[in-house]
């Protein structure tokens, strides 16, 4: 009697097969999980080149000729991710045309399949290695995430991003040998692909792969230990007519340098203006950015597009990381792309990508407190601060249809003592996994007092374990509330429910071959 309902569990697993509940094809995020290397990812400061005063040393820029519009960085390390269908619709209600990647997940990349949004795929530092030394890998790599998008999901791939900053000088060298290598095999594989014409590649750098020996602009050129691993690749990408893709944050040189001129980091400042050879430079996206084009003019590539890979300014974790600071900022950024005014070097029309679209809770912080913080909206998608991204209402446009848990908080127990002896162990391990890079002078809850700062470490590890009971016994004293504990600027979050994507899949893929399996026995000896 077993036979026929075996038989019909059989043939409805067979059937799934062919609607979405396969393994995903082979994805270069193998590393997107691994802490060890969170700081390949997209690091922002460089001690070399931040170290100076001099606003041409202090930051990076990079711009795009290719499309117009604002486009955005959207990163992954966060420990509680919003479903990409979600981020991508977000991406088109508020005009954003380009999206920068820092891997090729599947999910991400299906997602943005038939969006219109036009997309720069990128291959972790980690990864530059295998490519370097091998074709084969490269090809492969090129045919399961740029040919398999661009035909099958309709994504619109026009740039892969091979290495992510990989000239850093806090690097050590570690991927000078390896990153041109990488780029001509990935080149050689789109070529054959037949793409050479639709996909570009790029190397996305820091400004400290250039320096100014005059502290002008016009002293622009190459560093010196790098410049021999530099112009192999300049030249590749003027070759096949691929864009210099560059980082500029002065924000960094104002968290250095506390001598820094505040008004010089933004583009409607009043600083005193930088005078090189009659040419005044107002601020320093102007005066980094063409240093960058004088190193390119004196070794012969003075026609060579740039893109400006990363642009952006944190919203907390320093005392100038603010929502202020960090909207005027950025609504200078976009005052530029909308008049089509570029660098006294390059006056036409620019593009960025702004960094970055969301917050990100699990990026390393070696950098500083502020890396978690460079979101335009939070990590559940609500805007942080009134911005203009040249969307149809003027407005930010929040997540729609976001997952969160209960509205429910940890907190401290109000007959908890602070000066309990197992306290500062309880908010070392809360901080240590959680996120405290909120708390401190000038960030948005500087201003907690010592029970309030217990607090927020204690929810901010609970939210990060979806709220688990058991994350908020931390011996005895912590307690969960229904009472919201915000104060002021200071928010108490509530996690999102964790997205897992791919894993998902695969794993109810795995347990249908189980199941499968099973049926296959039970059939063949009943």
């Known amino acids: 009697m077993f036979r026929p309902l075996l038989f019909s569990l059989f043939l409805l697993l067979l059937g799934s097969t062919s609607n979405g509940l396969t393994p995903t094809p082979y994805r270069d995020d193998a590393s997107s999980n691994s802490k060890e290397m969170s700081d390949l990812r997209h690091p922002k400061a460089d001690a070399r080149s931040l170290s100076s005063s001099s606003p041409i ?12 519009g604002i486009g955005a960085n959207w990163g992954s390390q966060s420990t509680h991710r919003l479903p990409p269908e979600i981020v991508v619709r977000m991406l088109r209600e508020n005009g954003i045309q380009k999206v920068k990647l820092f891997d090729a997940d599947y ?37 399961q995430n740029v040919s398999h998008h661009l035909t099958t999901n309709n994504v619109m791939i026009r740039y892969v991003a ?14 000078l040998r390896t990153t041109y290598p990488a780029l001509k095999n990935i080149q050689e594989a789109l070529t054959k692909a037949g793409l050479r014409n639709q996909v570009k590649v790029t190397v996305p750098l820091n400004a400290d792969v250039y320096e100014s020996a005059s502290t002008l602009p016009s002293g622009g050129d190459f560093r010196a230990d790098i410049h021999d691993y530099m112009i192999p690749i300049v030249k590749l990408l003027s070759d096949n007519e691929a864009p210099f893709t560059i980082n500029i944050y002065p924000f ?12 010089y980091a933004f583009f409607d400042g009043g600083a005193a203006p930088l005078n090189d050879g009659g040419t005044s430079y107002y601020n320093m996206f102007d005066a980094n950015h063409d240093t960058l084009v004088w190193a390119l003019q004196k070794n012969g590539f003075a026609n060579l597009p740039i893109i400006i890979g990363e642009i952006g300014w944190p919203t907390d974790g320093d005392r100038n990381a603010n929502v202020d600071y960090a909207q005027r900022f950025n609504q200078g950024v976009m005052a530029r792309i909308t008049a089509g005014r570029g660098t006294p070097m390059r006056p036409g029309p620019i593009d960025a990508y702004l960094f970055s679209l969301i917050d990100e809770d699990d990026k390393s912080i070696q950098p500083g407190n502020f890396e978690r913080h460079w979101g335009v909206f939070r990590f559940d998608g609500q805007p942080k601060y009134s911005l203009n991204l040249g969307g149809p209402t003027g407005a930010l446009v929040p997540a729609k249809n976001v997952s969160y848990w209960e509205k429910k908080w940890c907190i401290m127990k109000p007959n908890a003592r602070v000066d309990d002896t197992q306290l500062a162990a ?20 500087g201003g907690l007092d010592a029970r309030g700062n217990i607090s927020y470490a ?18 005895g004293l912590g307690t969960i509330t229904r009472a919201d504990p915000t104060v002021g600027s200071c928010v108490f979050e509530i996690a999102i429910k964790p997205y897992y994507g791919g894993a998902m899949r695969v794993s109810i893929s795995g347990l249908k071959t189980l199941v499968l399996g099973l049926c296959m026995f039970l059939l063949t000896g009943l």
């Open 57 to 68: 040393k202090t930051s990076s820029v990079s711009h795009a000729v290719a499309v117009g």
């Open 162 to 175: 091979v290495g992510n900053e990989p000239f850093l000088a806090t690097y050590n060298g570690t991927f």
């Open 426 to 445: 309880s908010v070392s391990y809360a901080c240590g996994r959680g996120d405290c890079t909120c708390l401190g002078y000038g960030t948005s809850c």
């Open 458 to 475: 204690f929810n901010s590890y609970y939210q990060k374990n979806n709220q688990l009971d058991e994350a908020c016994k931390f011996d």
């Open 252 to 263: 960094i040189s104002l968290y250095i340098d506390p001598n820094f001129p505040v008004e």
């Open 107 to 143: 999910d991400t990349l299906k997602a943005l399949g038939k969006s219109g949004i036009q997309v720069m795929v990128g291959i972790p530092n980690d990864m530059l290695s295998t490519f370097a030394s091998s074709s084969k890998a490269a090809e492969k790599w090129v045919s």
